[in-house]
């Protein structure tokens, strides 16, 4: 018997060979119409989903610019502007000095060369003489104790004589250090002029050089600034866009597919051109009509073991 049944959730058809070309187009209908009505939807998920992840991708590389721009506000703001402030070394002015005495303190400064790394240095003291004038423009011979740089004057300008150290090499090994103080000595040693700065209301300190200048300064906070704040706006324009985003990804609603209400079990006629045989005759049901629900088997012990055909006698059991 060429025939078959379909089970449609749970309604079992009945159907021929002739009849899969209408289940299959059923079947394709099915399948064209949530092709037509949700995957458009779908794949504008998927673009949403992507254009999401790729602005997220975007916000943390703007959002560590950002970062990295206050670190180095911060940095500059240490290193450079911190030691200009205190010392006022912008205030400084330019002036010849000549070396009158240096000489070793007989201190050994200790100091850091890295992380774990400590090291110690002699403190070397100068003291030299300049021609420099007041705020009232009243030139005269000054004499005082002579620092590298402003970050130095900053460090020991307050200190004792024996710990006033004209410069701080600090690399790990301490004789190293010791050559570098030995050869800044004759390098400046008493009676040789070169230049200096002086600053007209503290003329006992004087520096050799001033390390950082008005646009050093100004310079290192300005385009740390400008990178902060363009990389943070652009942080905050990217988690917007994620946010309307996430919101249009919420609001796309995919459809489910179509399909059309169970009907209830009935024989298909067979198709004369399959050249098939009819489907069997069931007594007291027509073609095409519905099917009723056949009741449950009556249960039955499989324990009895009574049966009509055996008989009990007392040499035994016996049938026939």
Known sequence: MATSVVITWGVQVLADSGSYQSVLGTFSRVLLGFRKTGLPKMDERRKLHKQYKDLKCYGWMAALLAAGGAAAIIVCGIYIVKPVVETNSLEFKHTTCTTTGSSLTGQWIDCSCGRSCSSSFPCLRMTVTYEGSTNGNTSSSSSAVLFDTEQRLNDDGNNAQNRQCV?????????????????FNETYAPG?????????????????????????????????????????????????????????????????????????????????????????????????????????????????????????????????
């Open 167 to 183: 410069t701080a090499p600090c690399e790990r090994n301490s004789r190293d250090n010791q050559r570098e103080v030995l050869r």
């Open 192 to 320: 040789k002029n070169y230049s200096c700065l002086y600053h007209p209301n503290a003329r006992t300190k004087v520096l050799l050089k001033r390390l950082f200048t008005w646009d050093d300064m100004f310079h290192s906070m300005l385009w740390s600034s400008v990178g902060f704040v363009i990389f943070a706006f652009i942080t905050l324009y990217i988690m917007g866009e994620c946010k309307k985003v996430k919101d249009k990804m919420r609001s796309v609603q995919v459809a489910a597919p179509a399909v059309s209400a169970a009907q209830p079990g009935h024989f298909i006629p067979p198709s004369t051109a399959s050249g098939l045989p009819p489907p069997p005759a069931y007594p007291g049901v027509q073609s095409g009509d519905s099917l009723p629900m056949q009741p449950p088997p009556p249960s039955q012990n499989l324990y009895d073991t009574k049966y009509s055909n055996f008989s009990q006698q007392q040499s035994g059991l016996t049938y026939s």
